[in-house]
């Protein structure tokens, strides 16, 4: 459809296997946060959901891979 609704774009979820690891976010961190806030959410929350000890090196290491607004 015209006019940049996304009322045409087609859409799909991929199947996920049980052993597959994920985190889940609030939508309201999504909205609120920077793309570079949002990754070490993330990934604070990953590594807290699997009793991982992060350093603050490791998530400077992975934001300095992705940088971003």
């Known amino acids: 459809l015209p006019g940049g609704r996304g ?5 799909w ?16 961190a999504s909205e609120d946060l920077t793309p570079r806030q949002l990754r070490v959410y993330a990934l604070i929350s990953y590594a ?7 350093a603050e090196a490791e998530l400077a290491a992975s934001l300095h891979h992705h940088s971003g607004a």
């Open 48 to 54: 807290q959901g699997r009793g991982i000890p992060v």
């Open 7 to 11: 009322q045409s774009a087609r859409r």
């Open 13 to 28: 979820a991929r199947p996920m296997p049980r052993t597959e690891a994920y985190v889940w976010l609030p939508v309201a």
